[in-house]
T-cell receptor, first 112, second 111 residues
Framework: KQEVTQIPAALSVPEGENLVLNCSFT??????LQWFRQDPGKGLTSLLL?????REQTSGRLNASLDKSSGRSTLYIAASQPGDSATYLC???????????FGTGTRLTIIP | EADIYQTPRYLVIGTGKKITLECSQT?????MYWYQQDPGMELHLIHY???????EKGDLSSESTVSRIRTEHFPLTLESARPSHTSQYLC??????????FGSGTRLTVV
């Protein structure tokens, strides 16, 4: 069974800094890895989807990478802004099983 | 605009009442899911469906039930609500590439 871990649980950084969020998973047979953003009391907003055949995806200031051999994914946020403050969740699914397993998330605070 | 909608957004209800949480999507996705999330905790899958007339229980045991009579509609029902059911319920669907889209969620409080 896939298990997903995100460390740290919370992170505060000054505005303008670049930062990296980490996600680890136990099963290297991971098929898809998806990063989401969740604002307090809200649903999830999809940020980036990395499929099995891909190593990274980019959208604007966001870049996500996937290294199946080491069981890690990272989300890189460039030039952070206060509006980036939210909880970031990573989730993975295995081949033939599209059910996502979620990590507990990293709560990010960007300090103006 | 293609999207996924959940109603109600907030619900406060008394113990023993029957409730139905609505979820509809306009993207034509075959696969739909219900997740439960307690405050500050991770999401747990409670139900999923891979198409019409197909429903399965997820990883977390739940007293709720679901139905999938139409592709676009995936309601969740609690026959007799209890305070232990207080939580946020999130509906999602996935496309052919496995990318998920989530609704805004229903925050349920049972008093």
């Amino acid at each position: 069974k896939q298990e997903v871990t995100q460390i740290p649980a919370a992170l505060s950084v000054p505005e303008g800094e670049n930062l990296v969020l980490n996600c680890s998973f136990t099963d290297s047979a991971i098929y898809n890895l998806q990063w989401f953003r969740q604002d307090p009391g809200k649903g999830l907003t999809s940020l980036l989807l990395i499929q099995s055949s891909q190593r990274e995806q980019t959208s604007g200031r966001l870049n996500a990478s996937l290294d199946k051999s080491s069981g890690r994914s990272t989300l890189y946020i460039a030039a952070s802004q206060p509006g980036d403050s939210a909880t970031y969740l990573c989730a993975g699914s295995n081949f033939g099983n599209e059910k996502l397993t979620f990590g507990t998330g990293t709560r990010l605070t960007i300090i103006p | 605009e293609a999207d996924i909608y959940q109603t109600p957004r907030y619900l406060v209800i008394g113990t023993g009442k029957k409730i139905t949480l609505e979820c509809s999507q306009t993207m034509g996705h075959d696969k739909m899911y219900w997740y439960q999330q307690d405050p500050g905790m991770e999401l747990h899958l409670i139900h999923y469906s891979y198409g019409v007339n197909s429903t399965e229980k997820g990883d977390l045991s739940s007293e709720s039930t679901v139905s999938r009579i139409r592709t676009e509609h995936f309601p969740l029902t609690l026959e007799s609500a209890r305070p232990s059911h207080t939580s946020q319920y999130l509906c999602a669907s996935s496309d052919l590439l496995g990318g998920y889209t989530f609704g805004s969620g229903t925050r349920l409080t049972v008093v």
